[in-house]
T-cell receptor, first 109, second 112 residues
Framework: EAAVTQSPRSKVAVTGGKVTLSCHQT?????MYWYRQDTGHGLRLIHY???????EKGDIPDGYKASRPSQENFSLILELASLSQTAVYFC????????FGKGTRLTVV | QQQVRQSSQSLTVWEGETAILNCSYE??????FPWYQQFPGEGPALLIA?????DKKEDGRFTIFFNKREKNLSLHIKDSQPGDSATYFC???????????FGQGTKLSIKP
């Protein structure tokens, strides 16, 4: 079965600090995505990537950077974490079907 | 502007009834509409999907009815079970592209 693994599963970060969320897939998929989930808003696309060493902006990229060093790994980076970035973050990979990881709950205090 | 909209934030039905979850979308160019099921603490998982060339897709107890002219669709869950209690997301995109646009979700509760 397709597997997308996120780490950490939860994190508390300090306002203004740097946060890195990691994602690893064993699906051999070219496409990977980072989504953010907030109550009442569904999931919104932050960044995505079609190939290693290349990333694209999604619908809400402000305040986030992404890195795709290999086909298997895709990171989301918050250089200066803010309170408004408290949310659950999901990584996903896809061929035709999109497979999601279990999510990372980020709390910025 | 909400490109994909689900009409109810929450829905409660009795066990054995048919649950109907409604969704509408703005962009008439979207041609692929998956529904995702999410349990607490888990990521969304694909439940069933339909392409815009079809008006109905059935998979066991789950059926999507699609109206391209009205730009809306609905998910019918027949013979609802307590294990169906979850949040359901309607999404839209272009076929073979994973950039999903999600609705805000409907939390479905099944009363035994």
């Amino acid at each position: 079965e397709a597997a997308v693994t996120q780490s950490p599963r939860s994190k508390v970060a300090v306002t203004g600090g740097k946060v890195t969320l990691s994602c690893h897939q064993t699906n051999n998929h070219d496409y990977m995505y980072w989504y953010r989930q907030d109550t009442g808003h569904g999931l919104r696309l932050i960044h995505y990537s079609y190939v290693a060493d290349s990333t694209e902006k999604g619908d809400i990229p402000d305040g986030y950077k992404a890195s795709r060093p290999s086909q298997e790994n895709f990171s989301l980076i918050l250089e200066l974490a803010s309170l408004s970035q408290t949310a659950v973050y999901f990584c996903a990979s896809s061929d035709r079907e999109v497979f999601f990881g279990k999510g990372t709950r980020l709390t910025v205090v | 502007q909400q490109q994909v909209r689900q009409s109810s934030q929450s829905l409660t039905v009795w066990e054995g009834e048919t649950a109907i979850l409604n969704c509408s979308y703005e962009n008439s160019a979207f041609d692929y509409f998956p529904w995702y099921q999410q349990f607490p603490g888990e990521g969304p998982a694909l439940l069933i999907a339909i392409r815009s060339v079809s008006d109905k897709k059935e998979d066991g107890r789950f059926t999507i009815f699609f109206n391209k002219r009205e730009k809306n669709l609905s998910l019918h869950i027949k013979d609802s079970q307590p294990g169906d209690s979850a949040t359901y997301f309607c999404a839209a995109t272009f076929y073979n592209q994973g950039k999903l646009i999600f609705g805000q979700g409907t939390k479905l509760s099944i009363k035994p």
